[in-house]
């Protein structure tokens, strides 16, 4: 069974460009969470995505977004980079979101680096 | 305001040497307290799943613990692969899918 798979792994980009991330959960998996891990802060929610809803929000500018389409797969968009958006994107799918178990499978990650 | 605290920030243990990492959490209603392990340059991998005070879980050399106010995760003669960045998480009081993470403990087990 393919786990959840993460595009690109690594990236660089500089101050105000902007960047696509996307995931693929594992097949049959309808939630889709994203989270920003970075030394500083740790592990932050960004956003919970079922069935191409948004259910859940962190507490993240409107600089970040995300989408889900009906294949479940998954995408997040930072505009306007900043310095500190500096981290590791990581996606987690789960059958039915965290709510049950808290068995979320999380994939590598993207690491971004803005210059 | 929900809060999740981990102890120590890193533990280095010989190879035998058990030892407890902490996790102390404040919530609005606890509905699960989980348990990942992390290691360096991969996404975390859920190990347990803790809903009430007295409930423990075991895996391998890993037994988690939950009272009222905090978990423990014990390691009993640990190996080295056992290293690795350990995390906690309480779901949010009424954000059911968004988890609220620890810091992490950082295990290092020399042989």
């Known amino acids: 069974k393919a786990g959840v798979t993460q595009t690109p792994r690594y990236l660089i980009k500089t101050r105000g460009q902007q960047v696509t991330l996307s995931c693929s959960p594992i097949s049959g998996h309808r939630s889709v969470s994203w989270y920003q891990q970075t030394p500083g802060q740790g592990l932050q929610f960004l956003f919970e995505?079922?069935?191409?809803?948004?259910?859940n929000k962190g507490n993240f500018p409107g600089r970040f977004s995300g989408r889900q389409f009906s294949n479940s797969r998954s995408e997040m968009n930072v505009s306007t980079l900043e310095l500190g958006d500096s981290a590791l994107y990581l996606c987690a799918s789960s059958l039915a979101g965290q709510g049950g178990t808290g068995e979320l499978f999380f994939g590598e990650g993207s690491r971004l680096t803005v210059l | 305001e929900d809060q999740v605290t981990q102890s120590p920030e890193a533990l280095r243990l010989q190879e035998g040497e058990s030892s407890s990492l902490n996790c102390s959490y404040t919530v609005s209603g606890l509905r699960g307290l989980f348990w990942y392990r992390q290691d360096p340059g991969k996404g975390p991998e859920f190990l347990f799943t803790l809903y009430s005070a007295g409930e423990e879980k075991e895996k391998e050399r890993l037994k988690a613990t939950l009272t009222k106010k905090e978990s423990f995760l014990h390691i009993t003669a640990p190996k080295p692969e056992d290293s690795a960045t350990y995390l906690c998480a309480v779901p949010h009081y009424n954000q059911g899918g968004k988890l609220i993470f620890g810091q992490g403990t950082e295990l290092s087990v020399k042989p």
């Open positions: 995505y079922f069935s191409e809803t948004q259910r």
